[in-house]
């Protein structure tokens, strides 16, 4: 019977015991091969330069640098090495930019063995895995994200497409005589165009909306 291929994994951490925990307890489990360990992210990706590893395990904070710097770098460089994050760091922040940076998988610390192990078999297997607490950090997130931007969108979508331009060329710096002369309509249009802007997004002046035109996305810095 042909013998299974071992997962080999890369742990880093700078706590010395934590890192010898982890590694004992990967050590005992049978389709895992520990092929090293590391105290930072910088040592960590000098010890990818000349081994393979099918998963990194990989702390946030750690000295010189720190784990989402490494899990881009590994993304980018060492792309058959997943990035798995094991953190005490569970803000959405650090979520997102784990992610954001190529991690497949985020754990806390506090994790149990069995999950550790399903989680390092699932992303081996090209899944990402994400501990409950973490989906539901996301999920909120995500929910968030979409009112805000339900939000921006109800507001921009008050102005018709000439308001739209208006407030376009206002963010751009343009006085009313040149916005006239690009629109080929009146000084006066403008004047009402612009006064319309104002009351229906309940501004106060032309600085209001380049505010507004910056904060919603609406010209290009």
Request: include cysteine; charged fraction near 25%.
């Amino acid at each position: 019977m042909k013998q299974q291929k071992k997962i080999r994994v890369i742990l880093a951490d700078d706590h010395q015991l934590f890192r010898e925990g982890v590694n004992s307890l990967l050590a005992s489990a049978e389709q895992i091969q520990v092929v090293d360990t590391a105290s930072s992210g910088r040592e960590l990706l000098e010890k990818l330069e000349s081994l393979e590893a099918d998963i990194a395990i990989v702390d946030i904070a750690m000295n010189d640098m720190n784990g989402i710097e490494a899990t881009k770098i590994i993304s980018e460089n060492y792309p058959k090495t997943k990035v798995l994050i094991l953190s005490m760091h569970n803000s959405e922040e650090f979520i997102h930019n784990a992610i954001q940076s190529g991690a497949k998988g985020y754990l806390p610390k506090d994790t149990e063995k069995e999950v550790l192990l399903k989680a390092i078999q699932d992303i081996y297997n090209g899944h990402m895995y994400l501990d409950p607490h973490i989906s539901e950090v996301l999920l909120h997130s995500l929910m968030n994200r979409s009112a805000v931007t339900a939000k921006i969108e109800s507001k921009v979508n008050l102005l018709t497409a000439r308001e739209k331009e208006i407030v376009q060329l206002v963010a751009e710096g343009l006085i009313n005589k040149e916005i006239a002369a690009c629109l080929d309509i009146s000084i006066r249009t403008v004047d009402a165009h612009k006064n319309n802007i104002i009351t229906k997004l309940k501004l106060k002046s032309s600085v209001d909306i380049v505010k507004f035109a910056i904060k919603h996305g609406m010209v290009e810095l």
